[in-house]
């Protein structure tokens, strides 16, 4: 998800709560206090959300066509049944009974208005190229075709026909990711800000935004008409926003917050706090890294740009700083992928594209050979970006340190708020910058596709036609053999040119009180609060 990862990751995500504390309700008092470091949600808009922090809410406010289990399978989710062509082309989505928290019923309509609103040029999505695997969608995002050529169509109320532009084994799972969640058409086209307040927002999921308090906190409350409302114990879930992790912690502590993820805790605790079990470790299927803008000099150069990722120690990082049972980055496609052809972990069927230790002497002469081709002796000033948190401050000094000590580049540090944050990176104001990446679906194509040149969500401002060819090669074929061996040949490339520096891989922490009970954690490491309870202590 795409995820930019939010709070500590492109990307993570949990809540943080108020209303009284959560650690003494009754089992007929299921109001949930979730514990995160995460800031204002940039948009609620499925069209125009771009972090795993508005996702997570969006996916319990919105409900898509299907819905992902914990291992990463689709099941039903708005769609109670569907049928694919023998040629993989063409699926057909049959739809349940639902209705929107104004009354409205959810038609096949509100599908096919989202995802070419999505589509749509003029409405600018981000992430408008997941939507590219439908039938002249990437055509009408570019103005050469007319949205009822798109590949999407409302037969019915309750049917819905999608055309892909070529088989992808994926794309009914990645009907789950935020951005094809469905919009109610007559809401959107008579208030374009509906998306911006509880009292004008209207969903389909399994809570309804009951409460948002910019810059404070978000409630959400079951909706009683939701589909499956029959499954859902939780009456209320607290979220306010906080951007402190020790007093995210100290909240848990003291009984005033239920669960909380790895931006709950203070980075130098998470030792002690594993060993003493105190925290539920998880491996989470995630990639942290930075990524240099090509546009803006020195990284126009290649040498340069792997001279800089020669000098970091990832074992360090994780060893010294993070702290929390992460592993340094192999590659850019994150350990707890399965590889398409085989099953087996995708880390496992590659070599190791960068090692984990620095290469000080190796980097001092590529970054030498870099400034003589530039025809410079000295760097400009390099500055670094990152979103504000306790987190990535430590990184980005560790990293600022080992750039001076191996390479003797004074390099300068800049955080900003989340939202600004992204909009930095959007406009392309950087010329390094932090980023987490989340999976959309569970496939090695929802880190490889992100790095091709027509992508919104490459920041880099890559090019690589090969890489491109690649890449659309296998997006061009259900050969699993087929499709592995070309993403595998797409990494190497990428790892190759260095546009991005991987760091490490994510664990997910957990804490969480005894008397909550079946959150999900699922392998896309979201969150899933649908049929969580509470019990009596």
């Not at 996916?59 to 992902?68: K, Q, T």
């Not at 880390?347 to 002469?365: D, I, L």
Request: glycine fraction near 6%; proline fraction near 4%.
């Amino acid at each position: 998800m795409t995820q930019l990862v939010a709070a500590f990751t492109v990307l993570s995500m949990v809540f943080l709560a108020a209303c009284g504390g959560g650690s003494s309700q009754a089992s007929d008092d299921q109001v949930l206090d979730i514990g995160m470091i995460v800031s204002e949600p940039p948009s609620l808009d499925p069209a125009k959300a771009q972090d795993s922090q508005s996702g997570h809410i969006l996916r319990h406010v919105l409900e898509g066509l299907v819905n992902i289990d914990k291992d990463g399978n689709p099941k039903p989710g708005i769609a109670k049944e569907w049928e694919v062509s023998d040629d993989g082309k063409e699926i057909t989505f049959h739809l349940r009974d639902a209705t929107w928290s104004n009354g409205d019923p959810v038609t096949a309509e509100d599908f096919e208005y989202a995802w070419k609103r999505v589509l749509n040029p003029d409405t600018g999505a981000i992430y408008a190229y997941q939507l590219f695997y439908l039938k002249n969608g990437e055509e009408y995002n570019a103005g050469e075709a007319e949205a009822d050529e798109v590949g999407v169509d409302a037969v019915d109320d309750k049917t819905l026909k999608v055309e892909l532009k070529q088989p992808t084994p994926y794309f009914i799972s990645l009907t789950a990711f935020y951005t094809l969640l469905p919009v109610n058409k007559d809401v959107v086209e008579e208030n374009g800000k509906w998306a911006a307040n509880a009292d004008t927002y209207v969903g389909n999921g399994a809570f309804t935004l009951d409460v948002w308090e910019h810059d404070s906190k978000i409630e959400l409350k079951k909706n009683e008409d939701y589909w499956n409302a029959d499954k859902v114990k939780l009456s209320k879930i607290n979220v306010p926003f906080n951007q402190e992790e020790q007093t995210a912690y100290q909240l848990f502590k003291s009984g005033k917050l239920d669960y909380g993820d790895k931006n709950s805790l203070p980075v130098d605790l998470i030792p002690e706090l594993v060993e003493k079990g105190e925290v539920e470790t998880k491996k989470k299927l995630g990639s942290y890294s930075y990524i240099f803008n090509l546009e803006e000099e020195p990284f126009d150069n290649k040498k340069i740009r792997k001279a800089f990722a020669l000098a970091i120690d990832r074992k360090k990082i994780v060893e010294d700083v993070t702290q929390g049972g992460e592993a340094p980055s192999n590659g850019w496609v994150p350990w707890g992928m399965p590889d398409p052809a085989n099953g087996e972990e995708w880390v496992k069927q590659h070599g190791q594209y960068q090692k984990s230790s620095a290469q000080p002497e190796k980097a001092k002469e590529l970054l030498e050979e870099g400034m003589e081709e530039e025809g410079i002796d000295k760097l400009p000033e390099i500055t670094l970006d990152y979103n504000t948190d306790d987190s990535h401050k430590k990184i980005a000094e560790a990293l600022q340190q080992m750039w001076k000590k191996h390479l003797d580049v004074d390099v300068k540090l800049q955080n900003s708020e989340w939202k600004v944050f992204l909009e930095k990176q959007s406009n392309g104001d950087f010329q390094m910058s932090r980023q987490g990446w989340l999976p959309d679906y569970i496939d090695p194509m929802t880190y490889l596709d992100m790095y091709t040149t027509e992508s919104d969500q490459n920041k880099a401002n890559w090019h690589n036609e090969e890489y491109d060819e690649l890449i659309e090669k296998a997006k061009s074929t259900n050969d699993q053999k087929k499709r592995s061996k070309l993403m595998h040949e797409a990494e190497e490339i990428l790892m190759e040119e260095m546009p991005i520096i991987p760091i490490y891989f994510y664990t997910e922490f957990i804490l969480q009180k005894d008397h909550v009970k079946n959150v999900i954690y699922k392998k896309d490491a979201s969150f899933d609060f649908r049929e969580a309870y509470l019990t009596e202590e």
